[in-house]
């Protein structure tokens, strides 16, 4: 009883960025649903989803994966084995990689619809509403495609009521660039800093425009210098506060719609 | 004949089979650091470790990515450059780190699939961590527990209580012959007991701590059976010496040394306890004898292991039993975490 009570869950947004190490897992929950976007390099983003959704709620509305790299699937493999997914959300461009073939294989098992969603397209949970910004167009599911997949990167705008947050993947300063010019781009409050901070993303320009309260790094132990010098640089340039899910564990945000804070 | 001569027929036969793995370990040496490539089956329970997963084939440790999934049973054809550890004069480990790895033909053992399936079943119907510690505490699965739970189940010095041991064996026996009492002859019943004993041991991977506790609560039974006594120490030293008969590298391996300690400490410290909480007692006595392995192991003991683990005790039993009932277990399995993750 006191446990239903001590996890019955909130009218408030809640908003988590999951510590999953060098990877992505963003977790978005308001009253019983919840969006999952990508699921990191391991299965820590099951304890992720053991604290903050009541015990009792084996059901997820929506999982999108950003794009088909491990940092950002593998822990959406035995997410889908465990929860009933309601719909999954990811680009047709594959990966000839054995964590891409177990998820191929967990959603067919599991009977998960698979759609893909372009430009344009948009989403609502509740009052959660999800704008998808990029990629342009469909992709075109070549197997070990030339092009980088973090180029296909799903960039997604999300808003609750006036509280307004970016979701990057991993896309790079060319995909920023265009997606700047194209003035889609409105400003955000919470920003969530592409490619784990590699310097190769979150170009000035791009940071300008969105101009974000709150960047947020998903990043853990690694080899390529993430967070890189020159992208915290440039946060401080616009003036955003920084959290890393390396040093703070997980980055949780509530919103009531007008009002945000970090908890 | 007397007890003097078995134990040196058994001490010959033991020193010859350390002789031979000596010899064994020589005969792998000679590859290490070049480039070899094994043909064998997957002989231990899948570790997950974060990104990686890690098993045994045959004398040789394999580490590699999360996926594919590999299974025990699993034929593997494995080729990369062989490293050896060093960890005493008589006892290395040999490994192979992010290896080729080819499935030659997939594992398929009824006990494994049917453990497979519970543990799937936990992982549907909870979340983790209490999800993957009920798979521990019921199968002696160490597979699915998060990472960070393990370091704190580690710090805390309760990672006991995910290894499959004398209390899951005496809960095994004791269904069976509970169920089948009225309805079959006595021994008939016992037969069965034993075998879900053998069944259940192989569901944990024979790991020394379950190898230890079948034999010592199947000649126990018998020894029952047959009206004997129960004299505790001499059915452990039973049983531990059959097993360095069959594999004198058990001694060795700190499963198989805590398992033996904690159990004599059970055996002699307890009869002489004042009366305490279930599972109390048992607690303070084999940590009071796993403290000195621990220490040499690991570096440290913490003095709230103690503090902890009483606490837990009385909480294990009541997930042991409700493994049929996962969702009634979450209680107990809830409280257990919440106090792991307290102290840890």
Not at chain 1, 161 to 170: C, I, N, R
Not at chain 2, 12 to 24: D, G, M, P
Not at chain 2, 28 to 42: A, E, F, H, M
């Amino acid at each position: 009883m006191l446990l239903a009570w001590q996890q019955w869950p909130k009218s408030q947004l809640k908003l988590v960025f999951c510590s999953v190490g060098q990877g992505d897992a963003t977790l978005i929950i308001w009253k019983d649903q919840q969006i999952l976007v990508d699921g990191g390099p391991n299965n820590r983003v099951l304890d992720c989803l053991g604290r903050h959704l009541p015990f009792w709620d084996r059901e997820l509305e929506l999982v999108i994966a950003s794009h088909a790299e491990a940092d950002h699937i593998t822990g959406l493999i035995e997410v889908v084995r465990r929860y009933e997914v309601k719909r999954f959300l990811a680009v047709n461009e594959a990966n000839d990689t054995a964590e891409y073939r177990a998820l191929l294989e967990a959603i067919n098992q599991r009977g998960v619809k698979v759609k893909e969603l372009v430009q344009g397209d948009a989403v609502l949970a509740g009052p959660v509403k999800l704008t998808w910004l990029w990629p342009e167009k469909p992709g075109r599911g070549v197997l070990g495609a030339k092009t980088s997949l973090n180029r296909f990167s799903q960039v997604i705008l999300a808003s609750f009521g006036e509280f307004d947050w970016l979701l990057t993947g991993d896309i790079d300063t060319k995909i920023e660039w265009q997606l700047v010019t194209s003035g889609t781009l409105p400003e955000v409050e919470v920003l969530k800093v592409a490619h784990h901070g590699s310097k190769y993303s979150s170009s000035q320009e791009f940071l300008d425009t969105v101009s974000p309260e709150l960047a947020v790094i998903e990043v853990g132990k690694n080899s390529f210098g993430h967070p890189t010098e020159e992208t915290l640089g440039r946060l401080e340039q616009v003036k955003a506060q920084i959290k890393r899910t390396d040093e703070a564990g997980d980055v949780v945000i509530i919103s009531d719609g007008d009002h945000w804070r970090v908890e | 004949m007397k007890p003097v001569w078995w134990l040196l027929i058994g001490l010959v036969i033991f020193l010859i089979r350390f002789q031979t793995s000596l010899q064994a370990t020589e005969n792998l040496d000679r590859y290490t650091d070049k480039p070899i490539s094994i043909n064998g089956k997957i002989s231990s329970q899948i570790n997950l470790q974060g990104s990686n997963q890690s098993f045994n084939v045959g004398r040789v440790r394999v580490r590699t990515n999360l996926y594919p999934a590999y299974e025990y049973g699993d034929r593997l054809v494995i080729s990369g450059t062989l490293q050896r550890q060093v960890i005493n004069p008589w006892y290395s480990r040999f490994s192979l780190i992010y290896p080729g790895i080819k499935r030659v033909t997939a594992g398929n053992n009824i006990f494994i699939g049917f453990k497979n399936k519970l543990a799937v079943w936990y992982t549907r119907v909870l979340p983790e961590p209490e999800a993957g510690l009920l798979a521990g505490i019921v199968l002696g699965s160490k597979r699915g527990l998060p990472q960070d739970f393990w370091q704190a189940l580690q710090k805390t010095g309760t990672l006991h209580i995910v290894v499959a041991s004398g209390y899951n064996v005496t809960v095994v026996m004791g269904a069976v012959v509970f169920l089948f009492a009225g309805i079959l002859p006595r021994l008939w019943a016992m037969v069965l007991a034993m075998i879900a004993v053998g069944a259940y041991s192989i569901m944990a991977g024979l790991e020394p701590a379950i190898v230890r506790a079948a034999i010592m609560g199947t000649l126990a039974y018998f020894g029952q059976a047959l009206g004997k006594p129960r004299d505790g120490v001499r059915l452990l030293a039973a049983a531990a010496g059959a097993m360095l008969l069959i594999n004198p590298l058990f001694l060795f391996d700190v499963g198989f040394q805590l398992s033996v300690m904690a159990t004599l400490g059970i055996l002699l410290v307890c009869p002489r306890l004042p009366r305490l909480p279930q599972g109390v007692g048992e607690s303070l006595a084999a940590q009071l004898f796993v403290w000195p392995i621990l220490l040499y192991n690991f570096g440290r003991m913490s003095l709230f292991g103690i503090l902890v683990n009483s606490l837990i005790a009385p909480l294990v039993p009541y997930v042991m039993i409700l493994g049929f009932l996962p969702w009634l277990a979450y209680v107990p399995l809830h409280l257990i975490v919440v106090i792991i993750n307290r102290f840890g």
